[in-house]
């Protein structure tokens, strides 16, 4: 990496998973602690989410619980990121697809480097589930830190 790219933030994705903590402690260990980081956590509406409408599920007022929760979610994050020894901040967004939000935020952002964590799906499940981390790295230039 450059110099200008060390000194850009760190766009952590978050969504909670031993995996997101790992990615998190991973960075701890190959990146610069003292950088400023960013930990996101992306939110999809209740529209978005499969069989919402067949479910019966209204997003009326739903949405601003969802939010509140990916906020919180970000707060603990954060809060890991900073106790390795990064200057984090957290930040919910919404997306649908989540890779995509996570993409534009990092460019938004200017963000040095993504990091996220890998669910490790394989076989049919990487078919069926898709795989945020491996969607995010294809579709943007900027390095992403995959941790599994």
């Known amino acids: 990496m450059t110099d200008t790219t060390e000194n850009r933030p760190i766009l952590f994705a978050y969504d909670g998973s031993r995996h997101a903590k790992a990615a998190i402690r991973e960075a701890g260990r190959q990146l ?18 499969p069989l919402a409408t067949a479910a019966g599920l209204s997003s009326v007022g739903r ?23 990064f200057d984090a901040e957290p930040l919910a967004e ?14 938004k952002l200017d963000a040095g480097i993504v990091v996220m964590g ?16 491996a969607a995010a790295a294809r579709h943007t230039d900027r390095p992403v830190l995959i941790a599994h």
């Open 63 to 85: 949405e601003d619980s969802i939010e509140h929760e990916a906020l919180c979610l970000a707060e603990e994050g954060a809060e890991l990121a900073r106790s390795i020894g």
């Open 118 to 133: 890998s669910h490790g799906h394989t076989g049919i499940g990487l078919v069926l589930l898709g795989s945020t981390a």
């Open 32 to 49: 610069r602690n003292g950088r400023p980081a960013i930990v996101l956590t992306v939110w999809r509406p209740v529209a978005a989410l």
């Open 94 to 107: 919404e997306g649908d697809p989540v890779w995509r939000r996570i993409i534009d935020s990092a460019e």
